[in-house]
């Protein structure tokens, strides 16, 4: 990975920024009682994780053709409700700290939509951003490169000035399609330019001032 071109940082939201397992298993498993059916389990929560809320819902109600009643029921809910059970990656503060000293663009590649503004302002992270691109900004989510896409545009970057950091298969084809460097965080199985663990290894592989040794 060639980072001396490198121009912009972009991130996931769920399993990178944040551990959201808590939260999103709780989400879902509320949506899911309210339809009499049991808590999400393991297999399911793996495919969700990844998906939009259109698509999860899709998947966890295949038998429905209306699913007018599950977007009713998760207004209902509110995902506000289990924001505080969202637990920021330790270090993050600092690196996008590092990353804005550096002079970079800090982004956003989530397939979240509208929940997205309302995590960022709750963690008081709504000002560490320059760009975020949810899966309504755009005509395809992931694995579909719309979103890196977007903010290449936005800036006016080549795909080798953009590294994306990821957690899901999905964000590993985003990258793959954009033509993005990719860092693969916390999932080794993934196909990646490099692999990271925290938020402090993400910083030494980008090569920042902050954490040279």
Known sequence: MDTGEIKAVVFDCDGVMFDTAMANRKFYSDVLAGFNK???????????HMMTVKAAVEYLFPEMDDHRPV????????????????????????LLDAIKQAGLVRGVATNRTNTMGRVLIEHKLKKSFDIIVTA???????????????IMGAYELLPRQIVFIGDSIYDEKAAE????????????????????????????LLKLSKYKS
């Open 71 to 94: 977007y009713n029921m998760i207004k209902e809910i509110g995902y506000a409700s289990v924001i505080p059970l969202m637990l920021m990656e330790p270090g993050l503060v600092d």
């Open 38 to 48: 049991p808590p999400i389990d393991d297999e399911q929560f793996i495919n969700i």
């Open 136 to 150: 309504s900004d755009v005509a395809n989510p992931k694995p579909f490169p719309d979103q890196l896409e977007k």
């Open 177 to 204: 399609s954009a033509g993005t460097w990719f860092i693969a965080f916390k999932q080794p199985g993934l196909q990646a330019h490099a692999h990271a663990v925290s938020m402090d290894e993400v910083g030494e």
